[in-house]
């Protein structure tokens, strides 16, 4: 499945803002994938932190190959030692059982964040052991479709509204600024501002402010 967007959100974006618009046009349609299930999203999300793409899908595709499904009655049973088995840290491994457990339990009830306001619903999944603020933000936009999405955490949403709009760093205010733009459809705006800052507009640069190589003292 692909994030559901259509020409009410781009008219809209496209009438809030003049470069913006032109984005918009040059790229064209996107079409980003998501995740149906936000239990398998948050262990999949946990798993990404802090290593790359491919070592992500690498060791996701061993739990697939052990759990055939991710579920939290089957993580909520394995073994800490079990996880780490599929290249998880210990602290990672320690994270997906808790969060498992809670979820098994009924500590945690999952289906509520859907009925959850986008606040509500970060404040909760971040209150998750192994899950913060940001990767609350994209469960939200990624497996929940929420419309009205921007991280200020997101370092490729700070590079790409530098790219797009010539500013040299992006200050909460400057943030809140475009957030207020773009509004209620933040999430599509996101989704076009990423594309700009992976380099599918190869004429677009980074405008960010260069750090000076400190002199070496005699």
Not at 42 to 53: A, F, K, P, R, T
Not at 76 to 92: N, R, S, V, W
Not at 171 to 191: D, G, M, N
Request: aromatic letters at 10%.
């Amino acid at each position: 499945m692909y994030f559901v967007y259509g020409q009410k959100e781009i008219t809209y974006l496209q009438s809030r803002d003049a470069k913006l618009a032109e984005v918009i046009k040059q790229i064209g349609p996107l079409q980003r994938t998501i995740d149906t299930d936000l239990f398998s999203s948050v262990v999949h999300h946990i798993v990404g932190q802090q290593i790359s793409s491919k070592a992500q899908r690498t060791i996701w595709q061993r739990m697939i190959n052990t759990y055939a499904e991710i579920t939290p009655q089957k993580l909520a049973t394995a073994d800490i030692a079990d996880l780490q088995a599929h290249g998880l840290t210990f602290k990672k491994a320690e994270y997906i059982k808790s969060f498992a457990e809670q979820v098994n339990s009924g500590a945690f009830v999952l289906a509520d964040v859907a009925h959850m306001s986008d606040e509500d619903a970060i404040k909760a999944l971040s209150s998750l052991k192994g899950i913060g603020v940001w990767t609350a933000e994209m469960l939200l936009l990624f497996c929940l479709q929420r419309q009205n999405v921007f991280s200020f955490d997101d370092l490729a949403i700070q590079r790409g509204l530098r790219m797009i709009y010539h500013h040299r760093k992006i200050t909460k205010a400057l943030f809140a600024k475009y957030r207020r733009r773009f509004s209620p459809y933040c999430s599509v705006a996101s989704l076009y501002i990423w594309a700009v800052a992976g380099g599918t507009l190869p004429q677009m640069r980074d405008y960010a402010v260069k750090k000076s190589k400190k002199t070496e003292r005699a």
